[in-house]
């Protein structure tokens, strides 16, 4: 069993950045991938981000690439979402979520999500 919790979402003017942290509990986080997935209004969940268990390895949509980046201190169960240069298309929920493979996404745990607002 694995628990996720997301933090870090809100309003930010375009061009702003965040930093999304996702605390997990559960002894086996450190050997889990991790991602990072977002919900529009009126759109589809859809893949943002994954990582491997030690980080070696991260998968990024084409949408968010050299603008996104994944992490994770496996010491301080957390993963994290550094977002740069955001867009108002950027707006959504951001789910963090336990993933079975970084090639398939198939998710078995999710976190409740954290919204960010990208306005001016």
């Known amino acids: 069993q694995v628990q996720l919790v997301e933090s870090g979402g809100g309003l930010v003017q375009p061009g702003g950045s965040l930093r999304l942290s996702c605390a997990a509990s559960?002894?086996?986080?450190?050997?889990?991938?991790m991602g990072w997935f977002r919900q529009a209004p009126g759109k589809e969940r859809e893949f943002v981000a994954a990582i491997n268990w030690n980080g070696s390895n991260t998968r990024y949509a084409d949408s968010v690439k050299g603008r996104f980046t994944i992490s994770r201190d496996n010491a301080k169960n957390t993963v994290y979402l550094q977002i740069n240069t955001l867009k108002p298309e950027d707006t959504a929920i951001y789910y963090c979520?336990?993933?079975?493979?970084?090639?398939?996404?198939?998710?078995?745990?999710w976190g409740q999500g954290t919204q960010v607002t990208v306005s001016s």
């Open positions: 979520a336990a993933v079975l493979s970084i090639i398939t996404l198939k998710v078995d745990y």
């Open positions: 559960g002894r086996t986080f450190s050997s889990r991938v």
